[in-house]
């Protein structure tokens, strides 16, 4: 024992330390570090080791989802099967039943057979623009000035002012065929004349010498007119007037009562003589076709129309609408065509126009209810339809206030 204490004291002291550290693995695993550094891969090797430490963590976890929730599974569909068993077969084992899910198959498209093609239908939108010229229009069968005023925007008096050579104020005067000039606005078509002068012109029609002038349409120029008493405007040059207003002239029939049937002599050759008797109306209206609804016309004195145009067929039963007298039966030379005019003796007269038929003649009786003629469209008339006037005491009165 005390040679072997001597020869461990005579070692050197550098070799007894040596021999104290080499076998530390710490400093083993520290030197590679500092190797891998020295290297310059420090950084991937960081990061290598993170992803495996990652993946090892992973792999661990799906491990033990398997290993205990799997089992679990796995017991309970044994379970189960043991209880749905019969009895005496308690320890049998139950095949456990496996559900085979329905093959799956793409269904094919049918979008290119049952689709809709749809084309993109590019246009430009233009808006409207003003028109300064005065155009044309072809009466159709059965127009009327109403609907021929609301297909162009204006009030049916424009298109009889527009008119007033042609129509001479007379709505009635239409027919399919006949060209009508249709204003831009409302407003008056004015036929100059020689001597005319603008200030006169204007005033007549309610407005400024300006507005003529100005109005594109008419093509004036201010810098050539000279004197607006005597302008440089040649002799039938149609100006338009713009918003200019006229008094209508007149077309409707005369009062014609059995007193003085024959003022009815300048309204055609249907005129009567002298009645001096007759039946007597007691005022109380019926309607004077069972056909109640308008062709367009109604009771629109500003329009010259004092009456209602009562839509129909042809030969459509007329009736009287009280009992009075026939005080004019026959042709019309303004436009009613075939017309009857009864007077009621109490101050009202009665008016039935574009008649196909007439069934009674001047100084016949009639009765209220009578059948006294057939719907038509003589005259001037764009189809078959009733015009009727009512008057009292020589004045128009609005049929719908006192027909049923």
Same mark, same amino acid.
């Given at each position: 024992?005390?040679?072997?204490?001597?020869?461990?004291?005579?070692?050197?002291?550098?070799?007894?330390?040596?021999? &104290?550290?080499?076998?530390?693995?710490?400093?083993?695993?520290?030197?590679?570090?500092?190797?891998?550094?020295?290297?310059? &891969?420090?950084?991937?090797?960081?990061?290598?080791?993170?992803?495996?430490?990652?993946?090892?963590?992973?792999?661990?976890?799906?491990?033990?989802?398997?290993?205990?929730?799997?089992?679990?599974?796995?017991?309970?569909?044994?379970?189960?099967? =043991?209880?749905?068993?019969?009895?005496?077969?308690?320890?049998? +084992?139950?095949?456990?039943?496996?559900?085979?899910?329905?093959?799956?198959?793409?269904?094919?498209?049918?979008?290119?057979?049952?689709?809709?093609?749809?084309? =993109?239908?590019?246009?430009?939108?233009?808006?409207?623009?003003?028109?300064?010229?005065?155009?044309?229009?072809?009466?159709?069968?059965?127009?009327?000035?109403?609907?021929?005023?609301?297909?162009?925007?204006?009030?049916? +008096?424009? %298109? &009889?002012? !527009?008119?007033?050579?042609?129509? !001479?104020?007379?709505?009635? #005067?239409? +027919?399919?065929?006949?060209?009508?000039?249709?204003?831009?606005?409302?407003?008056? $078509?004015?036929?100059?004349?020689?001597?005319?002068?603008?200030?006169?012109?204007?005033? #007549?029609?309610? @407005?400024?010498?300006?507005?003529?002038?100005?109005?594109?349409?008419?093509?004036?120029?201010?810098?050539?007119?000279?004197?607006?008493?005597?302008?440089?405007? =040649?002799?039938?040059?149609? &100006?338009?007037?713009?918003?200019?207003?006229?008094?209508?002239?007149?077309?409707?029939?005369?009062?014609?009562?059995?007193?003085?049937?024959?003022?009815?002599?300048?309204?055609?050759?249907? #005129?009567? !003589? @002298? %009645?001096?008797?007759?039946?007597?109306?007691?005022?109380?209206?019926?309607?004077?076709?069972?056909?109640? *609804?308008?062709?367009?016309?109604?009771?629109?004195?500003?329009?010259?129309?004092?009456?209602?145009?009562?839509?129909?067929?042809? !030969?459509?039963?007329? *009736?009287?609408?009280?009992?009075?007298?026939?005080? *004019?039966?026959?042709?019309?030379?303004?436009? $009613?065509? $075939?017309?009857?005019?009864?007077?009621?003796?109490?101050?009202?007269?009665?008016? $039935?126009?574009?008649?196909?038929? %007439?069934?009674?003649?001047?100084? +016949?009786?009639?009765?209220?209810?009578?059948?006294?003629?057939?719907?038509?469209?003589?005259?001037?008339?764009?189809?078959?339809?009733?015009?009727?006037?009512?008057? *009292?005491?020589?004045?128009?009165?609005?049929?719908?206030?006192?027909?049923?």
């Amino acid at each position: 024992m005390n040679s072997q204490s001597t020869s461990d004291e005579t070692l050197p002291a550098d070799l007894q330390t040596e021999n &104290l550290d080499s076998p530390q693995p710490k400093n083993s695993w520290r030197q590679a570090w500092e190797k891998i550094v020295r290297l310059g &891969l420090g950084e991937i090797a960081l990061r290598t080791g993170t992803a495996v430490v990652s993946l090892a963590l992973i792999l661990v976890v799906i491990w033990v989802m398997a290993t205990f929730f799997l089992k679990g599974d796995a017991s309970n569909n044994l379970a189960g099967a =043991a209880v749905l068993a019969a009895p005496g077969t308690v320890n049998a +084992q139950a095949p456990t039943p496996t559900a085979q899910p329905p093959a799956f198959v793409i269904p094919q498209s049918t979008a290119h057979v049952n689709g809709i093609t749809r084309l =993109a239908q590019l246009h430009t939108l233009l808006p409207s623009r003003p028109r300064y010229d005065v155009i044309t229009y072809t009466v159709l069968e059965g127009d009327t000035i109403f609907g021929i005023a609301e297909k162009f925007g204006l009030k049916p +008096q424009s %298109i &009889l002012l !527009g008119n007033r050579d042609l129509l !001479g104020d007379n709505p009635h #005067y239409i +027919q399919p065929g006949m060209v009508l000039n249709i204003l831009p606005s409302d407003g008056i $078509y004015y036929r100059w004349n020689a001597g005319d002068g603008l200030n006169g012109v204007s005033s #007549y029609y309610k @407005v400024t010498p300006e507005v003529i002038i100005n109005w594109p349409g008419n093509h004036l120029d201010p810098a050539t007119l000279g004197d607006w008493s005597n302008p440089n405007i =040649a002799d039938g040059t149609m &100006l338009f007037v713009p918003g200019g207003q006229a008094e209508f002239i007149t077309w409707s029939a005369p009062v014609i009562t059995r007193d003085n049937p024959g003022v009815a002599r300048l309204f055609g050759p249907g #005129y009567c !003589g @002298v %009645i001096t008797t007759g039946a007597v109306g007691d005022g109380v209206f019926v309607s004077p076709t069972v056909l109640n *609804y308008l062709s367009g016309y109604d009771y629109t004195p500003d329009t010259n129309h004092f009456g209602l145009d009562f839509a129909g067929q042809m !030969g459509t039963p007329i *009736y009287a609408i009280d009992d009075g007298v026939v005080v *004019y039966s026959g042709w019309n030379d303004h436009g $009613y065509g $075939y017309v009857m005019v009864i007077d009621h003796g109490n101050g009202w007269q009665s008016l $039935y126009a574009h008649l196909s038929e %007439i069934y009674f003649g001047c100084g +016949q009786s009639v009765f209220s209810g009578d059948t006294i003629a057939a719907m038509g469209s003589t005259g001037r008339s764009t189809g078959p339809h009733l015009h009727f006037e009512l008057r *009292y005491n020589g004045n128009f009165v609005n049929p719908w206030n006192v027909l049923p």
